[in-house]
């Protein structure tokens, strides 16, 4: 017991005390005398140490703020990995969300907490030093180097709320608002799904909405009015919340009110002709379709504009604009994002009063600044033109100055041009040409001739519809973890890529750019041509059912590696395999005494969900949740 004791008291010292770790004992023992000799060193350096260290302007970390910690940032400090870095990290929220799951949080398909981990126990065992204050921006001085911030806590500071910071990199990963375009009432009336909060206040809200309804005192069309609700918005989110409430209403909510079960309606707006336009065509027929089949009221064409506490206004774009009200129980607003006000400010001083999203270049360094990076749904890639560098490229080929180029001479700069310009290779798939020179050969009529040689104005006219094929990457949150696994890439590589450069040739300029662009994620509209339910089980086919995430393309892909789908059903845009991926599949494989159709679904879900897990324990926590739903159904409580 006294031992025991001893050594209790021994890891308490050390628990409370961190430098006694620092105590070093060195016995030396000498051979010839027999004798020892017993030094020590503590954690404060003597005078001589001292005086051997170098000057600290030597060793002087490069600071990198980070302000968010969403998808774009924390992907940015996960794949952090050069320790000469000091990185301070300033949000308004001290943890990562994972928001492809918030649908279902709406729900309780899914716990809050689940789908949550800590920013500072993301970061706690880097190498890379990292801390973490819990702020929000509110103004940036680009000219000072200072991000000026504000505290979140409500307690008193003493005047203290307020401070700045100095940066050496600013990373702004801020994220974005929900846009209510002004219209009336929308602020006031209507719930939004962005952040945790907001899920668990829907989820309250739909609870109190049945509960309401089951008053006796109400009649028929009363309790029509209140079970009522209203999706603003055909994009990925607010299909997924109705897919999901429309789960949650016929396999739960009906059971425990089993009165209300036809006098509840899901009606879904969306003010263009289809939902999910940004995707693949047949994934959104298949989601209509799929909807019409299930009872939701889908509503295309239909612009709101006004919310009022009882009643939706919309104004119909065809038909004359008809404008017609109904009355609602819960409206949820999901129409798209706003800047926040704070980059709005930063903006007009950066000279890009007049852009919806901070502009970026293809390294995600923010125009018209040297060390300020910005990704995610904040910002936006300005893909230069290549009509615009037309004659630097032709001039940067024809090294002979020949004033002629040739099929050679654009081979040896090819790739570097593809690089920099990704709508070309986009261009060309459209056209189902395999190289820029077939766009050479197509100019001068003669497709057979491989000495061909062209100036400068058949140059331009073989890729004057080129830049038609520019798209702006769409604000999800695939993007943006690929755009800050790309930008951590940048920064490790960083000193090495100023020795030696590796991206693509400068046009305008001699040399290399540092370091290769973002150019694989600006192939979307190709991605976005080729995905299917079939083929990704993305949510856009599954959301209808209630059952789907984002299906998140890996940044560099790998496709080629992963065997899975051709037996499983999974996705050959998921993953590569890896250990979690690995450990995922091995655990929910004895499910398949189900039945084929039930595992190959269960395990498309689990993987495309759980392998984008942050943690082990959100992994955990997310297949217990799905778990007790499968085999206690949802909760109705209201907490």
Same mark, same amino acid.
Not at 97 to 116: K, Q, Y
Not at 188 to 216: G, M, W, Y
Not at 599 to 621: D, G, Y
């Given at each position: 017991m006294r031992i025991y004791t001893f050594f209790e008291k021994t890891s308490r010292a050390f628990h409370d005390h961190p430098s006694l770790s620092k105590l070093l004992l060195v016995v030396a023992v000498s051979g010839s005398a027999g004798g020892g000799l017993l030094a020590y060193s503590d954690s404060k350096p003597s005078e001589a140490a001292n005086l051997l260290a170098p000057p600290e302007t030597e060793n002087k970390k490069k600071k990198v703020v980070v302000l968010g910690t969403g998808w774009a940032g924390t992907s940015f400090l996960k794949n952090l990995k050069d320790p000469s870095f000091e990185v301070q990290v300033i949000s308004p929220r001290? *943890?990562?969300?994972?928001?492809?799951?918030?649908?279902?949080?709406?729900?309780? %398909? #899914?716990?809050?907490?689940? /789908?949550?981990?800590?920013? @500072?126990?993301l970061v706690r065992k880097k190498n890379v030093d990292v801390r973490f204050w819990e702020a929000e921006c509110i103004s940036i001085d680009p000219a000072n180097k200072k991000v000026n911030c504000r505290s979140t806590q409500n307690a008193d500071l003493n005047g203290k709320a307020e401070f700045s910071v100095d940066y050496d990199y600013l990373v702004i990963a801020v994220g974005a608002r929900s846009n209510t375009f002004?219209?009336?009432?929308?602020?006031?009336?209507?719930?939004?799904?962005?952040? #945790?909060?907001?899920?668990?206040?829907? =989820?309250?809200?739909?609870?109190?909405?049945?509960?309401?309804?089951?008053?006796?005192?109400?009649?028929?069309?009363? @309790?029509?009015?209140i079970l009522h609700f209203v999706v603003v918005g055909g994009g990925p989110t607010g299909v997924e919340f109705a897919a999901e409430l429309h789960d949650f209403v016929r396999e739960d909510l009906v059971k425990l009110h089993p009165k209300v079960k036809e006098l509840v309606k899901i009606t879904l707006l969306e003010a263009t002709d289809h939902i999910l336009n940004m995707f693949d065509k047949r994934i959104t027929e298949f989601a209509e379709e799929k909807f019409h089949r299930d009872g939701i009221d889908l509503k295309t064409g239909s612009m709101v504009v006004k919310? %009022?506490?009882?009643?939706? %206004?919309?104004?119909?774009?065809?038909?004359? &604009?008809?404008?017609?009200?109904?009355?609602?129980?819960? #409206?949820?607003?999901?129409?798209?994002?706003? %800047?926040?006000?704070?980059?709005?400010?930063?903006?007009?001083?950066i000279g890009q009063a007049n852009r919806r999203a901070l502009g970026t270049d293809e390294w995600l360094r923010v125009e018209g600044t040297d060390n300020i990076y910005a990704l995610g749904d904040c910002a936006t890639i300005v893909q230069r033109k290549v009509m615009g560098d037309i004659a630097e490229i032709f001039k940067k080929a024809d090294k002979d100055n020949s004033g002629t180029l040739t099929v050679k001479e654009m081979q040896e700069v090819l790739d570097d041009i593809l690089e920099r310009y990704p709508q070309i290779e986009l261009y060309l798939k459209n056209r189902k040409m395999k190289s820029i020179v077939d766009l050479m050969k197509d100019a001068k009529g003669d497709k057979s001739k491989e000495s061909i040689e062209v100036n400068v104005e058949e140059f331009r006219s073989a890729l004057s519809q080129v830049d038609s094929q520019m798209k702006n990457l769409p604000a999800t949150a695939q993007v943006a973890a690929q755009q800050g696994?790309?930008?951590?890439?940048?920064?490790? $590589?960083?000193?090495?890529?100023?020795?030696?450069?590796?991206?693509?040739? @400068? /046009? $305008?300029?001699? &040399? =290399?750019? @540092? +370091?290769?662009?973002?150019?694989?994620?600006?192939?979307?509209?190709?991605?976005?041509?080729?995905?299917?339910?079939?083929?990704? &089980?993305?949510?856009?086919?599954?959301?209808?059912? &209630?059952?789907g995430i984002?299906?998140? $393309?890996? *940044?560099? /892909?790998?496709?080629?590696?992963?065997?899975?789908?051709?037996? !499983?059903? +999974?996705?050959? !845009?998921?993953?590569?395999?890896?250990?979690?991926?690995?450990?995922?599949?091995?655990?929910?494989?004895? +499910?398949? !005494?189900?039945?084929?159709?039930?595992?190959?679904?269960?395990?498309? =879900?689990?993987?495309?969900?759980?392998?984008?897990? #942050?943690?082990?324990?959100? $992994?955990?926590?997310v297949v217990g949740d799905w778990m007790r739903r499968f085999i206690f159904g949802r909760d109705s409580s209201r907490i």
């Open positions: 001290n *943890y990562f969300a994972f928001t492809p799951l918030l649908p279902s949080v709406t729900v309780g %398909t #899914v716990e809050a907490r689940s /789908i949550v981990e800590p920013i @500072r126990k002004n219209t009336p009432g929308v602020e006031e009336n209507a719930h939004f799904l962005k952040e #945790v909060e907001d899920a668990q206040k829907i =989820r309250r809200s739909i609870i109190d909405c049945f509960e309401k309804a089951a008053l006796p005192t109400l009649s028929d069309e009363e @309790r029509k009015k919310v %009022t506490d009882k009643e939706i %206004t919309t104004k119909a774009l065809k038909n004359g &604009g008809e404008v017609s009200s109904m009355p609602y129980g819960m #409206v949820v607003w999901s129409t798209g994002i706003g %800047t926040r006000p704070f980059i709005v400010d930063f903006m007009k001083q696994t790309y930008l951590a890439d940048c920064f490790n $590589r960083m000193e090495e890529c100023e020795k030696n450069p590796e991206g693509p040739i @400068r /046009i $305008r300029g001699e &040399g =290399r750019h @540092r +370091i290769g662009t973002l150019g694989s994620l600006l192939h979307w509209e190709e991605s976005k041509q080729q995905l299917s339910y079939q083929e990704t &089980g993305s949510p856009l086919g599954t959301a209808a059912s &209630g059952c984002l299906c998140m $393309r890996d *940044y560099p /892909i790998r496709a080629s590696s992963f065997r899975l789908h051709s037996t !499983w059903g +999974i996705s050959p !845009w998921s993953q590569p395999p890896n250990l979690d991926l690995t450990i995922t599949f091995w655990l929910i494989k004895p +499910i398949d !005494w189900l039945g084929k159709k039930l595992s190959s679904k269960l395990i498309r =879900r689990l993987v495309q969900n759980c392998s984008k897990q #942050v943690s082990w324990r959100t $992994r955990a926590c």
